[in-house]
């Protein structure tokens, strides 16, 4: 009632004010304030812990070793063909992968998940490709890095290792 001292109020007025009050009991008093200061420091430390969560990702991806796990053949050298991939699972029975050869003795081979949603990965042969039907992500050949569409982060690559006339799958990059 103290802003109601400043000045003169009509009766109407007043009551106005107290039947406003009574329909909304806010008490100032009870309130625990937020100040602006307070808020723009939890959103310096918010953005302060999220920037070093992603950069520890960051480098823990870059500079983490290849995941080693099981060798798993997938294919016979001579059965590869030029113009086609070959499509597998690896590490897990779950997980698509797809072999492809690039030169005559040059392998190159991809996690098939793509890098923005998760769909999956194919290999357009007639436009020598790796295409995301999902948002029409397209990816290099060559490198599994994304060159158009909203893929920003490159397929994950298998690594593969010969053995005799046979290509193994032997591990996972990060
Ligand atoms: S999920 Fe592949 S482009 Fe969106």
Redesign the pocket.
Known sequence: MNELTNRNYSDDEVSEQKQWQSEFPYHWDADELTSRRDLLQFAVYASGTLFLGTALLALLRRFLPVRETAAKEIARITEIPHDDAVYFHYPGPEDQAMLLRLESERFVAYSQT?T????S?YYQKDQNRLF?P????VFDTRTGEPVA???VRPLSRITLQANGDKLYAIGVEP
């Not at 999902?134 to 992500?137: P, S, V």
């Open positions: 793509c923005h949603l998760s769909c990965v995301c999902c948002h029409e992500g569409g909203p893929p």
